[in-house]
Protein backbone atom coordinates (compact mmCIF):
# COMPACT_ATOMS: atom_id res chain seq x y z
CA UNK A 1 0.00 0.00 0.00
CA UNK A 2 1.17 3.33 -0.97
CA UNK A 3 0.80 6.46 1.78
CA UNK A 4 1.26 9.89 0.27
CA UNK A 5 1.45 12.64 2.82
CA UNK A 6 1.02 15.49 2.74
CA UNK A 7 3.93 17.59 4.70
CA UNK A 8 7.67 17.29 5.34
CA UNK A 9 7.28 17.87 8.90
CA UNK A 10 9.21 15.59 11.08
CA UNK A 11 6.88 15.20 13.72
CA UNK A 12 3.79 14.64 11.18
CA UNK A 13 5.81 12.38 9.43
CA UNK A 14 6.72 10.23 11.99
CA UNK A 15 3.25 9.36 13.25
CA UNK A 16 1.92 8.92 10.49
CA UNK A 17 4.94 6.39 9.59
CA UNK A 18 4.58 4.63 12.83
CA UNK A 19 0.50 5.01 12.63
CA UNK A 20 0.43 2.88 9.32
CA UNK A 21 3.61 0.18 10.22
CA UNK A 22 1.92 -1.05 12.88
CA UNK A 23 -1.50 -1.79 10.82
CA UNK A 24 0.15 -2.28 7.33
CA UNK A 25 2.60 -4.86 6.67
CA UNK A 26 3.91 -3.64 3.31
CA UNK A 27 3.96 0.11 3.17
CA UNK A 28 5.49 2.51 1.03
CA UNK A 29 5.48 6.70 1.93
CA UNK A 30 5.83 9.40 -0.10
CA UNK A 31 6.30 12.89 1.64
CA UNK A 32 5.36 15.86 -0.66
CA UNK A 33 4.91 19.73 0.54
CA UNK A 34 1.28 20.48 -0.46
CA UNK A 35 -0.64 23.71 0.22
CA UNK A 36 -3.53 23.68 3.27
CA UNK A 37 -5.26 26.31 1.39
CA UNK A 38 -5.90 28.57 4.94
CA UNK A 39 -4.31 30.82 6.44
CA UNK A 40 -0.54 29.60 7.62
CA UNK A 41 -2.07 29.94 10.72
CA UNK A 42 -5.65 28.22 11.25
CA UNK A 43 -7.46 29.78 13.64
CA UNK A 44 -10.63 28.14 14.21
CA UNK A 45 -11.39 24.07 14.33
CA UNK A 46 -13.23 24.59 11.10
CA UNK A 47 -10.38 26.09 9.37
CA UNK A 48 -7.77 23.39 10.92
CA UNK A 49 -9.62 20.77 9.75
CA UNK A 50 -10.54 22.41 5.92
CA UNK A 51 -6.65 22.97 6.56
CA UNK A 52 -6.07 18.53 7.01
CA UNK A 53 -8.53 17.80 4.08
CA UNK A 54 -6.77 19.97 1.65
CA UNK A 55 -3.67 18.84 2.03
CA UNK A 56 -4.65 15.01 2.07
CA UNK A 57 -6.70 15.73 -1.26
CA UNK A 58 -3.90 17.82 -2.52
CA UNK A 59 -1.04 15.35 -1.98
CA UNK A 60 -3.36 12.41 -3.51
CA UNK A 61 -3.96 14.17 -6.62
CA UNK A 62 -0.32 14.80 -6.92
CA UNK A 63 0.94 11.26 -6.60
CA UNK A 64 -0.24 7.58 -7.43
CA UNK A 65 -0.48 6.69 -3.69
CA UNK A 66 -3.34 4.40 -2.49
CA UNK A 67 -4.15 7.16 0.71
CA UNK A 68 -3.55 10.74 1.11
CA UNK A 69 -2.81 12.06 4.73
CA UNK A 70 -3.15 15.28 5.84
CA UNK A 71 -2.26 16.93 9.46
CA UNK A 72 -2.94 20.82 10.37
CA UNK A 73 -2.28 22.14 13.98
CA UNK A 74 -4.41 25.39 14.53
CA UNK A 75 -5.69 27.37 17.66
CA UNK A 76 -9.27 28.31 18.77
CA UNK A 77 -10.97 30.80 21.01
CA UNK A 78 -13.12 29.22 23.37
CA UNK A 79 -14.80 31.03 26.49
CA UNK A 80 -11.74 29.86 28.45
CA UNK A 81 -8.72 30.94 26.16
CA UNK A 82 -7.10 29.94 23.61
CA UNK A 83 -6.43 26.13 22.94
CA UNK A 84 -4.52 24.43 20.76
CA UNK A 85 -5.74 21.82 18.14
CA UNK A 86 -5.30 19.76 15.65
CA UNK A 87 -6.89 17.56 12.78
CA UNK A 88 -6.08 14.88 10.28
CA UNK A 89 -7.67 13.87 7.67
CA UNK A 90 -7.33 10.14 5.52
CA UNK A 91 -8.63 10.77 2.02
CA UNK A 92 -8.48 7.31 -0.28
CA UNK A 93 -9.03 6.53 -4.35
CA UNK A 94 -12.49 5.03 -3.47
CA UNK A 95 -13.54 8.69 -2.34
CA UNK A 96 -14.08 7.95 1.36
CA UNK A 97 -12.79 11.19 3.48
CA UNK A 98 -12.41 10.76 6.90
CA UNK A 99 -11.40 13.22 9.35
CA UNK A 100 -10.22 12.93 13.39
CA UNK A 101 -9.11 16.03 15.91
CA UNK A 102 -7.06 15.41 19.04
CA UNK A 103 -5.83 16.70 22.38
CA UNK A 104 -6.35 20.49 23.41
CA UNK A 105 -4.71 22.03 25.98
CA UNK A 106 -4.69 25.83 26.55
CA UNK A 107 -1.94 27.94 25.59
CA UNK A 108 -0.39 30.90 28.24
CA UNK A 109 -1.67 34.34 27.74
CA UNK A 110 1.48 35.71 26.33
CA UNK A 111 1.45 33.27 23.11
CA UNK A 112 -1.85 33.80 22.84
CA UNK A 113 -2.03 37.65 22.88
CA UNK A 114 1.06 37.08 20.28
CA UNK A 115 -1.68 34.42 18.44
CA UNK A 116 -4.50 37.49 18.11
CA UNK A 117 -1.80 39.69 17.01
CA UNK A 118 -1.57 38.24 13.49
CA UNK A 119 2.04 35.82 14.27
CA UNK A 120 2.41 32.62 13.53
CA UNK A 121 2.21 29.68 16.44
CA UNK A 122 5.98 28.07 15.38
CA UNK A 123 8.21 31.43 15.36
CA UNK A 124 6.23 32.78 18.10
CA UNK A 125 7.16 29.02 19.91
CA UNK A 126 10.91 29.52 18.98
CA UNK A 127 11.47 32.52 20.25
CA UNK A 128 9.46 31.93 23.72
CA UNK A 129 11.71 28.83 23.79
CA UNK A 130 14.98 30.02 22.90
CA UNK A 131 15.17 27.44 20.35
CA UNK A 132 14.39 26.78 16.30
CA UNK A 133 12.36 24.30 15.17
CA UNK A 134 10.01 23.62 17.86
CA UNK A 135 7.53 22.54 14.81
CA UNK A 136 9.47 20.19 13.94
CA UNK A 137 10.13 18.31 17.12
CA UNK A 138 8.17 18.54 20.52
CA UNK A 139 5.77 21.44 19.43
CA UNK A 140 4.15 23.90 21.67
CA UNK A 141 2.61 20.92 23.00
CA UNK A 142 5.75 19.64 24.64
CA UNK A 143 6.79 22.31 25.73
CA UNK A 144 3.64 23.05 27.97
CA UNK A 145 3.06 19.38 28.38
CA UNK A 146 7.06 19.19 30.09
CA UNK A 147 7.17 16.67 27.50
CA UNK A 148 4.82 14.13 28.39
CA UNK A 149 2.50 14.86 25.39
CA UNK A 150 4.95 15.93 21.84
CA UNK A 151 3.94 17.09 18.69
CA UNK A 152 4.61 13.63 16.81
CA UNK A 153 2.52 11.67 19.83
CA UNK A 154 -0.16 13.82 19.52
CA UNK A 155 -0.49 13.68 15.98
CA UNK A 156 -0.02 10.01 16.00
CA UNK A 157 -3.47 9.95 18.27
CA UNK A 158 -4.95 11.51 15.62
CA UNK A 159 -3.68 9.25 12.95
CA UNK A 160 -4.45 6.03 14.88
CA UNK A 161 -8.35 7.63 14.66
CA UNK A 162 -8.06 7.79 11.13
CA UNK A 163 -6.77 4.53 10.40
CA UNK A 164 -9.39 2.97 12.76
CA UNK A 165 -11.94 4.87 11.29
CA UNK A 166 -10.98 4.01 7.55
CA UNK A 167 -10.82 -0.01 8.79
CA UNK A 168 -14.07 0.12 9.86
CA UNK A 169 -15.69 1.91 6.97
CA UNK A 170 -13.62 -0.81 4.59
CA UNK A 171 -14.99 -3.65 6.73
CA UNK A 172 -18.39 -2.64 6.70
CA UNK A 173 -18.82 -3.21 2.41
Same mark, same amino acid.
Request: net charge neutral; with cysteine; glycine share 12%.
Given at each position: ??????? =?? =???????????????? #????? /?????? +??????????? $? @? #??????? =? +?????? +????? @????????? $?????? !? /?? %?????? *?????? @?????????????? #?? !???? *? #????????? $?????? *?????????? $??? !??????????????? @??? %???? =????
Amino acid at each position: MKIAIGT =KN =KAKVQAIEKGFQQHIN #EVSFQ /CLKTES +NVSEQPFSDQE $T @I #EGALNRA =K +NVLRMT +NADIG @IGLEGGVTE $TLYGMF !L /CN %WGSLVD *RNGNEI @IAGGARISLPTEIA #EG !LRKG *R #ELGPLMDEF $TSKTGI *RQSEGAVGVF $TDG !LVTRDVMFFHVVQLL @IGQ %WKYK =KNQF
